[in-house]
């Protein structure tokens, strides 16, 4: 996926409300509070709406001011830093890879195939 495909993506499922991204910090040009920037993976919630926020995605990636313990934190995310993309909200349909989630585990409790969950991946 080219860069102007994931942030027309990012900008759609944002355009529907709260989103939630997965952040590789150990990715050079990574700014989180130093306590996330020993995990593998960091899950961050952002939103167009939210106050104080001040979202940005630019050429070079995602910034926003999030809040972390009440204290606000002016976080950095180069977009090679961006695992993951989920969305509770539809997409439009051209987005969607035509994937199936299943349910079940044996027989007897399986389920029928649901609908699959709004979520978009990104690859490095």
Known sequence: MSLDELRSVLDDAL????????VDPSIDGVDLPPPLMQRERVPLVIAWQAP???????????AATLR???NPYRC???????LAVISD??????QQPPLQVMEG??????????????????DD
Do not use: C, M, T
Request: charged share 20%; proline share 9%.
């Open 15 to 22: 355009s529907r409300g709260k989103v939630y991204i997965h």
């Open 89 to 94: 909200h539809p997409v439009a349909q051209r």
């Open 68 to 70: 972390f313990s009440g």
């Open 52 to 62: 104080h926020i001040d979202l940005q995605l630019g050429e070079q990636g995602i």
């Open 105 to 122: 585990g044996s027989e007897n409790n399986a389920k029928v195939p649901r609908e699959r969950p709004h979520l978009k991946l990104v």
């Open 76 to 82: 950095v995310v180069p977009w090679p830093a961006l």
